[in-house]
Antibody, heavy 122, light 110 residues
Framework: EVQLVESGGGVVQPGGSLRLSCAAS????????IHWVRQVPGKSLEWVSL????????YYADSVKGRFTISRDNSKNSLYLQMNSLRTEDTALYFC???????????????WGQGTLVTVSS | QSVLTQPPSASGTPGQRVTISCSGS????????VYWYQQLPGTAPTLLIY???VRPSGVPARFSGSKSGTSASLAISGLRSEDEADYHC???????????FGGGTKLTVL
């Protein structure tokens, strides 16, 4: 059974940093791209970033480029999102989601975690 | 404001057919696959339609997707109360080198 479990969310002050993790199981982790998608409760989905199966290709939304870094450790079946220079508008529920492709045809997100809440507030 | 435009709301009565539109441009829908996600209240999204018009196993045939030019549509026939949810379209944008989502459509079953 495919499972994605996010962790690392919490409350942080503006300008602060946070590192999210996503633990994956039930599939061959390095065969697939993985995404981060966020959602302010009651609002629409906003794509954040994606990383290819081998970690060699990464992409970011303009709203987080230069502040967030996506990475993965295929030996640990884990995905990460390092978030720096956090802003109040980064407050959201952050989902990790598996793509059923690796190098193109995104976003075919066939499995999602339940999300971890990030609150940026003073 | 989303790059992909969806109506914020849609509604229908049980048994009716409802369509939800998703409008984009030549750099996104015009040249890439469209995906649709269903998000039931309080839950994570699930993949409903992939590659414009393909249903994953387990998704009822009542759900169908189509694409024409720079627009796409999701159709739900034989509407049921359990279809009440938010529906999101998504695709890749070649100009942005990014995934883009529509603003989401809240479907109400009257």
């Amino acid at each position: 059974e495919v499972q994605l479990v996010e962790s690392g969310g919490g409350v942080v002050q503006p300008g602060g940093s946070l590192r999210l993790s996503c633990a994956a199981s039930g599939f061959t982790f390095d065969d697939y791209a993985i995404h981060w998608v966020r959602q302010v409760p009651g609002k629409s989905l906003e794509w954040v970033s994606l990383i290819s199966g081998d970690g060699g290709s990464t992409y970011y939304a303009d709203s987080v480029k230069g502040r967030f870094t996506i990475s993965r450790d295929n030996s640990k079946n884990s995905l990460y999102l390092q978030m720096n220079s956090l802003r109040t508008e980064d407050t959201a529920l952050y989902f990790c989601a598996k793509d059923f492709t690796d190098t193109s045809g995104w976003p075919a997100l066939d499995y999602w975690g339940q999300g971890t809440l990030v609150t940026v507030s003073s | 404001q989303s790059v992909l435009t969806q109506p914020p709301s849609a509604s229908g009565t049980p048994g009716q057919r409802v369509t939800i539109s998703c409008s984009g441009s030549s750099s996104n829908i015009g040249i890439n696959y469209v995906y649709w996600y269903q998000q039931l209240p309080g839950t994570a999204p699930t993949l409903l339609i992939y590659r414009n018009n393909v249903r994953p196993s387990g998704v009822p045939a009542r759900f169908s997707g189509s694409k024409s030019g720079t627009s796409a549509s999701l159709a739900i026939s034989g509407l049921r109360s359990e279809d009440e949810a938010d529906y999101h379209c998504a695709t890749w944008d070649d100009s942005l080198s990014a995934v883009i989502f529509g603003g989401g459509t809240k479907l109400t079953v009257l």
